[in-house]
T-cell receptor, first 111, second 114 residues
């Protein structure tokens, strides 16, 4: 069993739709939960992160962590064509620990 | 602030040849990572350095891969001999962990082994 599982998609939605991306994990020691965005032929860039449980909102993006279910989500409201990219969930046990990535979900927003 | 620099951007080699990748992290970042990203997959950690010491190399195929971090700054990753399954993008990332867990990535080196 992989430590972090993510549906690879691809996921295609119309512009303006709400997008839901999810990951599950098996290691209960994870404390930092991150979402990275990766455009084609570029390195991943951090979108947002959450420490421990709870929700965090940044503009059109909301990250949720449910540690009891070992389940994290990223919601994108009012999706734009520029949001088309691969979204990677990532987790670590501590601030200087290794970062484990999911397999990524390829998202396409149709104009 | 300059980002993480990697070179070369692209490399094509024949199987059994050797290859080396170079990474210059963001100035002052003590933590440096090398990841392997195969097409359609997420990045897989190969090795993590803290300054010039190895923190984790549990997934590094040590019979063919080696890495070093000179004076706690630049790093090189070497593959010798290369196999077809080593075709991937090799990503270098660095982090300071002063306030966030964020790792900053370079653009990667795309390796094709033929």
């Amino acid at each position: 069993q992989k430590e972090v599982e993510q549906d690879p998609g691809p996921l295609s939605v119309p512009e303006g739709a709400i997008v839901s991306l999810n990951c599950t994990y098996s290691n209960s020691a994870f404390q930092y939960f991150m979402w990275y965005r990766q455009y084609s032929r570029k390195g991943p860039e951090l979108l947002m992160y959450t420490y421990s449980s709870g929700n965090k909102e940044d503009g059109r993006f909301t990250a949720q962590v449910d540690k009891s279910s070992k389940y994290i989500s990223l919601f994108i409201r009012d999706s734009q064509p520029s949001d088309s990219a691969t979204y990677l969930c990532a987790m670590s046990q501590g601030s200087a620990s290794k970062i484990i990535f999911g397999s990524g979900t390829r998202l396409s927003i149709r104009p | 602030e300059a980002g993480v620099a990697q070179s070369p951007r692209y490399k094509i080699i024949e199987k059994r040849q050797s290859v080396a990748f170079w990474c210059n992290p963001i100035s002052g970042h003590a933590t440096l990572y090398w990841y392997q990203q195969i097409l359609g997959q997420g990045p897989k950690l190969l090795i993590q350095f803290q300054n010039n010491g190895v923190v984790d190399d549990s997934q590094l195929p040590k019979d063919r891969f080696s890495a070093e971090r000179l004076k706690g700054v630049d790093s090189t990753l070497k593959i010798q001999p290369a196999k077809l399954e080593d075709s991937a993008v090799y990503l270098c990332a660095s982090s300071s962990f002063l306030s966030t867990p964020e790792a900053f990535f370079g653009q990667g080196t795309r390796l094709t082994v033929v």
